[in-house]
């Protein structure tokens, strides 16, 4: 907000965070003009403004770019929020959509870029369909990356991810955790959530016969003995 000391020749001239803004009179010589700044790129720094005049007879006013008590605006970045992750279970031969219900935001309305790590890549994985239209990429290490973007469009995304665990690696009767990592970077603050802990029971999987066995051709008084085609062999 500010006063010009005589009747101007239409509206100020304003520029905020090297954008131009749009004023507004409010009554008689004063105005107001109001920008969002997003912190991306500015954070710890000083908002730069100036404002131009022109009076009644045509002449130009020298340009402000201070405050007249000295006030000035400095952005600070805040961290991005990462809500609504939570515990789960499953069987190892069953998928589940681990961030179905997480919500990504910055306050600042910076871009973000989003990682997701298991804690042991042995333990399993996102299925590749749903990965692929999700557009993260698989870095082969156990760690999951989604380049820069909207925190919405990264909230779209993470909620796409489906954990497949691997299947008999541990054995009956026990449960293994696994632990998966979010961290979302705004580019000067990285958010981390290591809540999703998924424990993984193994399925009582039905037992199988392989190879083929035959019985061997025996008199009345002997007793048959099964041999499987690679004993044979």
Do not use: C, H
Request: proline share 3%; aromatic share 6%; hydrophobic share 40%.
């Amino acid at each position: 907000t500010f006063t010009s000391s005589e009747t101007l020749v239409g509206l100020p001239s304003v520029t905020i965070a090297g954008q131009a803004v749009t004023s507004t009179n409010t009554g008689g010589n004063s105005y107001t003009a109001t920008y969002t700044v997003s912190s991306n790129g500015y954070s710890g720094t000083q908002v730069a403004f100036t404002v131009d005049i022109t009076d009644s007879s045509g002449n130009a006013g020298i340009q402000v770019s201070s405050s007249t008590n000295g006030s000035m605006v400095t952005l600070v970045n805040t961290s991005p929020v990462i809500a609504g992750t939570a515990a789960g279970s499953i069987n190892d031969n069953a998928t589940l959509p681990l961030f179905s219900a997480v919500t990504l935001a910055d306050a600042n309305i910076d871009d973000v870029s989003v990682t997701v790590t298991l804690d042991s890549q042995a333990k399993g994985a996102f299925t590749s369909a749903l990965l692929t239209v999700s557009g993260f990429t698989d870095n082969g290490n156990g760690s999951y990356s989604l380049a820069s973007n909207t925190s919405a469009v990264a909230q779209a995304a993470i909620r796409q991810l489906v954990f497949l665990p691997t299947a008999n690696r541990i054995a009956w009767g026990t449960t293994e955790i696994t632990t998966l990592t979010i961290a979302v970077n705004d580019g000067q603050v990285i958010a981390s959530d290591a809540i999703t802990k998924i424990t993984v029971t193994p399925a009582n999987d039905a037992p199988t016969i392989s190879g083929q066995y035959y019985m061997l051709a025996t008199t009345e008084d002997e007793t048959s003995i099964p041999l499987r085609v690679s004993t044979l062999l």
